[in-house]
């Protein structure tokens, strides 16, 4: 049997697939057809220090291979997820990753301390590329923001930073490496990409915040593009996503430098399709003759 493990800032995940952050609700999911237990880590959908409604609808709209979505993180508030989301994400069993998203540097550090005092949560992923928010939350946009938000997050806690950026720049590298260094443990790389749909009879923008994130298989070439050329320039573990669908494309992330993979959009087509996609790893290891996962991170590098 491979073994399917790897770490990310030294916790160990029993295995390399998780849900991407807001498109995986461990406890609706339908009973029977996959136990979130089985994933590597689960992961709540971003929550915030107050509670906020979200973006006005249309908040969804299909596109050719993928989604757009301005669903604008509606969040119960930081008080609300410490005592009822909480306690049901730390009874499945598996590694905990809480993300949060500030509108300010305090507030960021803020929810990093107040979610570093509870038990069982093992990283915090720092969302610092939600698109669709009028208030200010693509941080990862502005390099200056961005190592000042996580300087500060760092000096505020212990516990393992993921930083998770956007897509929407210049040179991904270039931010990536400034999240480095200003202390993140690990990079969730991509957010969505921002993008537009018109609506040609009612002639407007078909989502109710005009523009919105897009995210499906549409994006995974991009995304795989953003894994690879980031994974030579640093030294700490990347969280591959954008666009997985199955464990082809779950491999290709691993080729391309991802320590781990997580599965945004297609959870909305099958809900149970990262148990197939850790059957998959596994079957591929053994088919190829490797004992482990983190054998082939970054195979695909030729130099
Ligand atoms: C409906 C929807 C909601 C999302 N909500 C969040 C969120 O709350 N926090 C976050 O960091 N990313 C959020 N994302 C982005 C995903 O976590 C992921 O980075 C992105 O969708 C790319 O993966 P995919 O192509 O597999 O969907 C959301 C994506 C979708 C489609």
């Given at each position: 049997m491979p073994d399917l493990?790897?770490?990310?800032?030294?916790?160990?995940?029993?295995?390399?697939?998780?849900?991407?952050?807001?498109?995986?609700?461990?406890?609706?999911v339908p009973g029977g057809v996959f136990s979130p237990r089985a994933l590597g880590a689960v992961i709540n959908k971003t929550v915030t220090l107050a509670p906020q409604p979200g973006n006005p609808p249309p908040r969804i709209w299909e596109t050719p291979c993928g989604m757009l979505n301005s669903i604008g993180i509606p969040s119960?508030?930081?008080?609300?997820?410490?005592?009822?989301?909480?306690?049901?994400?730390?009874?499945?069993?598996?590694?905990?990753?809480?993300?949060?998203?500030?509108?300010?540097?305090?507030?960021f550090s803020e929810l990093a301390e107040r979610i570093s005092e509870q038990d069982g949560v093992d990283l915090i992923e720092l969302n610092l590329s939600?698109?669709?928010?009028?208030?200010?939350?693509?941080?990862s946009q502005d390099i200056v923001l961005l190592k000042t938000v996580i300087s500060a997050v760092r000096k505020a806690v212990k516990l393992p930073l993921i930083a998770k950026l956007s897509?929407?720049?210049?040179?991904?590298?270039?931010?990536?490496?400034?999240?480095?260094?200003?202390?993140?443990?690990?990079?969730?790389?991509?957010?969505?990409?921002?993008?537009?749909?018109?609506?040609?009879?009612?002639?407007?923008?078909?989502?109710?915040?005009?523009?919105?994130g897009l995210s499906g298989p549409a994006i995974r070439p991009l995304a795989l593009y953003a894994v690879y050329a980031t994974f030579k320039k640093v030294g700490i573990p990347i969280i591959g996503m954008g666009g997985i669908t199955c464990w082809q494309d779950a491999i290709e992330y691993f080729l391309a430098g991802a320590t781990a993979i997580a599965?945004?959009?297609?959870?909305?087509?099958?809900?149970?399709?990262?148990?197939?996609?850790?059957?998959?790893?596994?079957?591929?290891?053994?088919?190829?003759?490797?004992?482990?996962?983190?054998?082939?991170?970054?195979?695909?590098h030729r130099d």
């Amino acid at each position: 049997m491979p073994d399917l493990s790897v770490e990310i800032a030294d916790v160990r995940l029993k295995n390399p697939v998780l849900p991407a952050s807001g498109t995986y609700e461990p406890k609706i999911v339908p009973g029977g057809v996959f136990s979130p237990r089985a994933l590597g880590a689960v992961i709540n959908k971003t929550v915030t220090l107050a509670p906020q409604p979200g973006n006005p609808p249309p908040r969804i709209w299909e596109t050719p291979c993928g989604m757009l979505n301005s669903i604008g993180i509606p969040s119960p508030g930081l008080e609300h997820f410490i005592t009822n989301d909480l306690p049901l994400l730390r009874k499945l069993n598996t590694r905990l990753i809480v993300s949060i998203a500030g509108f300010s540097v305090k507030e960021f550090s803020e929810l990093a301390e107040r979610i570093s005092e509870q038990d069982g949560v093992d990283l915090i992923e720092l969302n610092l590329s939600c698109p669709n928010l009028r208030k200010h939350t693509a941080w990862s946009q502005d390099i200056v923001l961005l190592k000042t938000v996580i300087s500060a997050v760092r000096k505020a806690v212990k516990l393992p930073l993921i930083a998770k950026l956007s897509p929407n720049v210049t040179d991904i590298t270039e931010t990536a490496l400034t999240a480095q260094d200003a202390g993140a443990d690990a990079l969730s790389l991509v957010n969505t990409f921002r993008g537009l749909a018109i609506d040609i009879r009612a002639r407007i923008p078909a989502l109710g915040s005009i523009s919105g994130g897009l995210s499906g298989p549409a994006i995974r070439p991009l995304a795989l593009y953003a894994v690879y050329a980031t994974f030579k320039k640093v030294g700490i573990p990347i969280i591959g996503m954008g666009g997985i669908t199955c464990w082809q494309d779950a491999i290709e992330y691993f080729l391309a430098g991802a320590t781990a993979i997580a599965v945004g959009m297609y959870n909305f087509v099958d809900p149970s399709c990262m148990g197939g996609i850790i059957q998959g790893i596994d079957e591929y290891l053994d088919t190829y003759g490797f004992s482990a996962v983190k054998d082939i991170i970054g195979l695909a590098h030729r130099d």
